[in-house]
């Protein structure tokens, strides 16, 4: 049944090599054989040789959603002979969920992103160069228009440094829209923008109007237009892109998975998606 999300973790999660010359602590090697899950009231757990895995503050690990478990439990079987945690993207947001290391209440995390909206990378256009502000207005205006109509706001672009002024209303209009997931979704929001630099191309992705490798693609805009004059280091530049898009895949799974059959309904229902 979770075939092609099995795939996809797969995929994602596939260590990435290493080729800096720093010297980092000696990898951890892979000490299990299978993965399991065990479902109890609710909640499925993840079992490494039956043994049950734990969060880095050492409380049993478990999510609350079967796809999700599945997910993790994937995320753990494509290990190699090493671990590599940086690759396990849906491990790590599940984790955060339930150690809360930096002790954020949902509210803190809903006005995290309403306030990251005033830097929005997609905002901000070039003030000195003719040719990458019209790149910019053709590629990322199409987004804040559809944004603008969606949550019924109307953000406006600037150019140069000066922050963007929003009409009011705005900011309890967003607030309202994140408000309606919950905690464990919400994690996945912050993850997804904290890769794009950007809310506006995290709600474009989680609301399926633009897919993950088009948002990773308009978050690098100017990065890719400077390539285009000075050249690129292709593995280096490549494997940024990968991680990014592998990020971003997580993060949308995470809040898609943690959503409950019910909300998506309704949104579906609404037309909201």
Not at 82 to 87: F, L, M, N, V, Y
Not at 123 to 131: A, G, I, T
Not at 178 to 199: P, W
Request: hydrophobic content about 40%.
């Amino acid at each position: 049944m979770f075939q092609n999300t099995i795939k996809l973790i797969s995929r994602i999660c596939s260590p990435i090599v290493q080729t800096s010359i720093r010297h980092y602590p000696a990898p951890v090697k892979r000490f299990y054989r299978k993965t399991g899950i065990i479902s109890s009231n609710g909640r499925y757990e993840i079992t490494l040789d039956q043994r049950k895995l734990k969060t880095p503050k050492g409380a049993p690990f478990y999510v609350e959603s079967e796809p999700l478990a599945v997910a993790v439990a994937t995320e753990w079987d494509a290990q190699k002979e090493t671990i590599d945690r940086s690759s396990m993207h849906l491990t790590a947001l599940s984790s955060t969920v339930l150690d809360n290391p930096s002790g954020l209440k949902k509210m803190d995390i809903v006005n995290y992103l309403v306030n990251y909206i005033s830097t929005d990378a997609i905002l901000y256009h070039s003030s000195h160069e003719q040719r990458l502000k019209e790149l910019q207005l053709a590629e990322w205006s199409p987004i804040v228009d559809w944004f603008n109509k969606r949550y019924d706001v109307e953000l406006k672009a600037t150019d140069g440094l000066e922050v963007p002024s929003f009409p009011p209303g705005t900011a309890m209009n967003i607030s309202r829209y994140l408000s309606s997931y919950n905690e464990a979704a919400l994690n996945g929001f912050m993850f997804a923008t904290d890769t794009l630099k950007s809310v506006v191309l995290t709600c474009a992705c989680m609301d399926r109007f633009i897919s993950v490798e088009k948002a990773v693609l308009l978050a690098r805009l100017e990065e890719e237009y400077q390539l285009g004059h000075w050249g690129r280091v292709e593995w280096a530049h490549d494997m940024q892109q990968l991680e990014s898009q592998a990020r971003l895949s997580a993060a949308v799974m995470f809040v898609h998975f943690n959503s409950s059959n019910a909300f998506v309904k309704q949104k579906i229902a609404g037309g909201e998606i």
